[in-house]
T-cell receptor, first 114, second 112 residues
Framework: DAGITQSPRHKVTETGTPVTLRCHQT?????MYWYRQDPGHGLRLIHYSYGVKDTDKGEVSDGYSVSRSKTEDFLLTLESATSSQTSVYFC?????????????FGPGTRLLVL | KQEVTQIPAALSVPEGENLVLNCSFTDSAIYNLQWFRQDPGKGLTSLLLIQSSQREQTSGRLNASLDKSSGRSTLYIAASQPGDSATYLC???????????FGKGNQVVVIP
């Protein structure tokens, strides 16, 4: 298995609070991704990174920010959590762009916003 | 925008039957297509990656075909087993190949 960990694995928080999810990899891969998965919507890209301090928005980036100060860590921050952000969040990594190589996924973080 | 559709959304088959899962995509200008497996409560695991120059890719009981011109891929699982019960997702690169567009998945139950 690719060396990807996500923390926390489960979190319950209240509306309006900031939340930070962490993705850590030991593979030294250049590309890192944050997805959310919801019933009826499937897997949707939030943000991705193509190098340290290089990030770009995905299709559902509103209300989320990311940071990547080291190759191994990619942080996802919900600036002010809302109930609509209750979801399962997955981090993924790849050594090359998606057009050239597969992505490897972490175990996911279940977030409940009350 | 690349749209990926998977049919059927869910299916149940008796053990031993062959499984046929379908994936279609709207933009045929793809570099590859990937099939993933997801078990309940888990992340995705890559099964097969088919390059655009290939027509099929095989791994054990799994065989995936790709028809770029018609925008379709099919995943065949031979002689299904209860352990094959999972959700299968297909994905294609989009937006300049830095991202993947996923289908919503085929949820499979293999009945012993």
């Amino acid at each position: 298995d690719a060396g990807i960990t996500q923390s926390p694995r489960h979190k319950v928080t209240e509306t309006g609070t900031p939340v930070t999810l962490r993705c850590h990899q030991t593979e030294n891969h250049r590309y890192m991704y944050w997805y959310r998965q919801d019933p009826g919507h499937g897997l949707r890209l939030i943000h991705y990174s193509y190098g340290v301090k290089d990030t770009d928005k995905g299709e559902v980036s509103d209300g989320y920010s990311v940071s990547r100060s080291k190759t191994e860590d990619f942080l996802l921050t919900l600036e002010s959590a809302t109930s609509s952000q209750t979801s399962v969040y997955f981090c993924a990594i790849s050594a090359k762009p998606s057009g050239q190589e597969t992505q490897y996924f972490g175990p996911g973080t279940r977030l409940l916003v009350l | 925008k690349q749209e990926v559709t998977q049919i059927p959304a869910a299916l149940s088959v008796p053990e031993g039957e062959n499984l046929v899962l379908n994936c279609s995509f709207t933009d045929s200008a793809i570099y590859n297509l990937q099939w993933f497996r997801q078990d309940p409560g888990k992340g995705l695991t890559s099964l097969l990656l088919i390059q655009s120059s290939q027509r099929e890719q095989t791994s054990g009981r799994l065989n995936a075909s790709l028809d770029k011109s018609s925008g379709r891929s099919t995943l065949y699982i031979a002689a299904s087993q209860p352990g094959d019960s999972a959700t299968y997702l297909c994905a294609v690169p989009s937006y300049g190949n830095n991202r993947l567009a996923f289908g919503k998945g085929n949820q499979v139950v293999v009945i012993p």
